[in-house]
């Protein structure tokens, strides 16, 4: 979809990935050292996939993860600091709860540090506290060869 010079893509083929990267280092403090190769899995295994562009620029960033009935989950939400506060992220959000991937899930989710307020207008709220819990899976992927890090969830896809 066209707007101005200001459009939003679903296709995961839009995403450039040099520029994804260029802005996740500029404005998400959670993923600063994510490389080129790790982003290419990350999205190949992402759907929907969702990027907002001034012209060839791109400004606004979200994925998800969904079983298209159940759950989804929303992942990298992400507006260029210039384009901040004109409604482009609520825009993100409302293309991504649009998607058919994720317009009939039961249960979307999402986990922020800092922006509860801004996901509180577009509607999510707080689950009970306890349900959330987490595994940091640094001890299985050391122990990982390089090969395999490399090659993991690329041979179904036929990523080259
Ligand atoms: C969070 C973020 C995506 C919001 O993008 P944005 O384009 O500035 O948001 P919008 O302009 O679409 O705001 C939509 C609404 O949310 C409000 N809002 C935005 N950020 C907010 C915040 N931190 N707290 C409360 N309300 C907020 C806006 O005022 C607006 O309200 P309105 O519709 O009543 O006018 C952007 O600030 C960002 O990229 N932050 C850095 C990365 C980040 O922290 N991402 C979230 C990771 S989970």
Same mark, same amino acid.
Not at 35 to 42: K, P
Not at 47 to 59: E, F, H, K
Not at 105 to 111: A, Q
């Given at each position: 979809?066209?707007?101005?010079? $200001?459009?939003?893509?679903?296709?995961?083929?839009?995403?450039?990935?040099?520029?994804?990267?260029?802005?996740? !280092?500029?404005?998400?403090?959670?993923?600063?050292?994510?490389?080129?190769?790790?982003?290419?899995?990350? $999205?190949?295994?992402?759907?929907?996939?969702?990027?907002?562009?001034?012209? %060839?620029? /791109?400004?606004?960033?979200?994925? =998800?993860?969904?079983?298209?009935?159940?759950?989804?989950?929303?992942? %990298?939400?992400?507006?260029?600091? %210039?384009?901040?506060?004109?409604? *482009?992220?609520? !825009?993100?959000?409302?293309?991504? /709860?649009?998607?058919?991937? $994720?317009?009939?899930?039961?249960?979307?989710? *999402?986990?922020?540090?800092?922006?509860?307020?801004?996901?509180? !207008?577009?509607?999510?709220?707080?689950? #009970?506290?306890?349900?959330?819990? /987490?595994?940091? #899976?640094?001890?299985?992927?050391? =122990? *990982?060869?390089?090969?395999?890090?490399?090659?993991?969830?690329?041979?179904? /896809?036929?990523?080259?």
């Amino acid at each position: 979809m066209k707007c101005g010079q $200001i459009w939003v893509s679903d296709r995961q083929s839009d995403v450039d990935i040099q520029q994804l990267q260029g802005l996740f !280092k500029l404005a998400a403090f959670w993923a600063q050292n994510r490389s080129i190769e790790d982003w290419e899995i990350a $999205i190949a295994n992402s759907d929907p996939v969702i990027t907002i562009w001034d012209d %060839d620029r /791109l400004i606004g960033f979200t994925r =998800a993860n969904s079983d298209c009935v159940f759950r989804a989950t929303i992942w %990298d939400v992400v507006i260029h600091p %210039d384009y901040r506060g004109q409604g *482009l992220g609520r !825009k993100l959000i409302e293309t991504l /709860l649009d998607h058919p991937r $994720i317009r009939r899930v039961e249960r979307v989710y *999402l986990m922020t540090t800092y922006q509860q307020g801004f996901y509180l !207008k577009l509607g999510f709220e707080f689950p #009970n506290p306890s349900t959330a819990m /987490l595994l940091y #899976n640094q001890r299985r992927i050391n =122990a *990982l060869s390089k090969s395999d890090r490399a090659n993991v969830c690329k041979n179904s /896809l036929k990523i080259e």
